[in-house]
């Protein structure tokens, strides 16, 4: 296959790119998102801050308009993302009590998974949750720990599942890709209790900002998946340029498809110029759309 994306649909899976709704103007990245790309992923448009501006008053149109194209061209589209701890609106930070934020969380869950019920196949509910130092299993000071306690992940997928029985429901955060990292077994253990309890979670999201892949990087993806949870590739980018950053997407593409449950890729961003990885040049496309070498190693991969 020619594209990223009917390379990726040869074994069932997507290849995806995160889009911006502001960059839609540019002809170029709409066209190289068409032809290269089956699946999206909204850069910020679904985040909290920007799709709840003020309580329960919801702005859909920037979403919506990468929701809606996406979807007049059949790809798929990942949710992303409802409980995080950036990118929040200045309402939820304001002393809030327990019960109250609570509510608002749910509500917020609700109203936006009904929005785009049917049209999205995955969400991520939880997002970066999980602290970068110390013991196994710490979470990362929020608001959500703060007034909800350690819980605030367990009722946000239980609220996620109430919302939409339909729904892929994923566990997304960075620095999970080490299979023996404190971090990564920290979210093992959440998946492993979870399925336990029947607590609903059926996919983790590895970001995938890298430097560089770990060498256990399948069997960390492995690891995941043997827990009976689909895994996904989902922010990847990859600093530096040429064969160095070729070898880099190479082997994250080989690790994915050598891993049944790895259903698919996105990729954070189509160009170089649009990155949020500024004065990096970390994506498959440079400045002018050129394809790089990086490109060309994850299409012979797929
Ligand atoms: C980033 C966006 O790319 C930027 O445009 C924005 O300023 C900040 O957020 N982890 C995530 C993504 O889950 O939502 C983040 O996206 C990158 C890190």
New binding site residues.
């Given amino acids: 296959a020619g594209t990223l994306g009917a390379a990726a649909a040869q074994s069932g899976r997507y290849f995806g790119t995160?889009i911006?709704a502001g960059h839609m103007s540019d002809s170029t990245y709409v066209a190289t998102w068409d032809r290269e790309f089956n699946a999206v992923t909204a850069?910020?448009e679904m985040?909290w801050g920007p799709i709840e501006p003020s309580r329960n008053s919801f702005n859909w149109s920037s979403a919506d308009q990468i929701v809606n194209h996406a979807l007049s061209k059949g790809m798929k589209v990942r949710g992303?993302?409802l409980v995080?701890h950036?990118?929040l609106p200045s309402w939820v930070n304001s002393g809030m009590s327990a019960s109250d934020l609570r509510s608002a969380m749910t509500n917020h869950i609700t109203q936006v998974m009904n929005h785009y019920k049917g049209k999205v196949f995955a969400w991520?509910v939880v997002?970066?949750a999980f602290a970068d130092g110390g013991a196994v299993g710490t979470l990362r000071d929020s608001i959500f720990t703060q007034k909800l306690g350690n819980g605030f992940i367990e009722e946000a997928f239980r609220a996620a599942r109430a919302a939409d029985p339909n729904v892929k429901l994923c566990y997304?955060d960075?620095n999970i890709d080490n299979a023996t990292a404190a971090k990564t077994q920290g979210v093992y253990n959440m998946v492993k209790d979870f399925k336990a309890r029947g607590v609903p979670i059926d996919c983790v999201g590895l970001?995938s900002?890298f430097g560089n892949p770990p060498s256990n990087y399948q069997q960390n993806i492995a690891q995941f998946a043997a827990l009976g949870v689909d895994v996904q590739i989902?922010?990847l980018d990859v600093g530096g340029s040429g064969s160095t950053q070729a070898d880099a997407y190479r082997r994250v593409t080989q690790a994915c498809m050598a891993v049944p449950r790895c259903t698919g890729i996105t990729v954070?961003?189509i160009t170089d110029k649009y990155s949020?990885r500024s004065g990096d040049t970390p994506l498959l496309f440079d400045g002018n759309y050129n394809k790089k070498q990086a490109y060309t190693a994850v299409l012979d991969a797929l």
């Fill in positions: 995160a911006a850069e910020n985040k992303h993302t995080w950036a990118q991520d997002n970066e997304n960075y970001q900002h989902t922010e954070w961003g949020w």
